[in-house]
């Protein structure tokens, strides 16, 4: 499941700067595109505003297919303060943006699947799909608005993996 994961973020990443560029962090003095996978970063005390962070939470096979079928949930969870040049009273308005962009960066919910330990990346046989996102409610502490999304992304498992 590692080089779907992988695939999935690939593609988010990549379909965000191109959606939004000025959505960054500096993570490790490098400016890269505001999304990240918790699981391979040092650990946060406090989860970064303005950034999407991919959380893999649970992992199933279905073995009853031709081919080993994985499917992996993925919440996406995602703060702001709003703007300083508003004090922050925008917060509600960078949060529906915040909305919009995940739904588009996960438009198509498909993408080729790859393998990262080689590099250049070299392409697998399969795609890697996920279905519509599940948005939970707005979670107010104190100046930040947050949300989550959940979306299931299955894989065909291939040779080696």
Same mark, same amino acid.
């Given at each position: ?22 959505? &960054?962090?500096?993570?490790? @003095?490098?400016? /890269?595109?505001?999304? $990240?996978?918790?699981?391979? %970063?040092?650990?946060?005390?406090? *989860? ?34 709003? &703007?300083?040049?508003?004090? @922050?009273?925008? /917060?509600?308005?960078? $949060?529906?943006?915040?909305? %919009?962009?995940?739904?588009?960066? *996960? ?55």
């Amino acid at each position: 499941m590692q080089n779907a994961k992988d695939s999935f973020y690939v593609a988010l990443r990549a379909r965000l700067a191109a959606i939004n560029p000025e959505r &960054t962090i500096l993570l490790r @003095g490098a400016v /890269r595109p505001g999304i $990240l996978v918790e699981e391979a %970063e040092a650990f946060f005390s406090r *989860l970064p505003n303005d950034v999407f962070i991919l959380r893999w939470l649970s992992l199933g096979f279905d073995l009853e297919l031709g081919s080993t079928m994985a499917a992996g949930e993925c919440e996406i969870i995602y703060q702001t303060c709003g &703007t300083q040049s508003f004090g @922050g009273l925008d /917060r509600g308005r960078s $949060l529906s943006g915040m909305d %919009e962009e995940l739904t588009a960066i *996960l438009r198509p919910f498909y993408t080729p699947k790859l393998n990262y330990t080689n590099q250049p990346p070299l392409p697998t046989l399969t795609q890697v799909f996920w279905n519509e996102p599940g948005f939970g409610p707005i979670v107010v502490q104190r100046d930040r608005l947050s949300r989550s999304a959940k979306v299931m992304v299955y894989s065909y498992q291939e040779r080696g993996e």
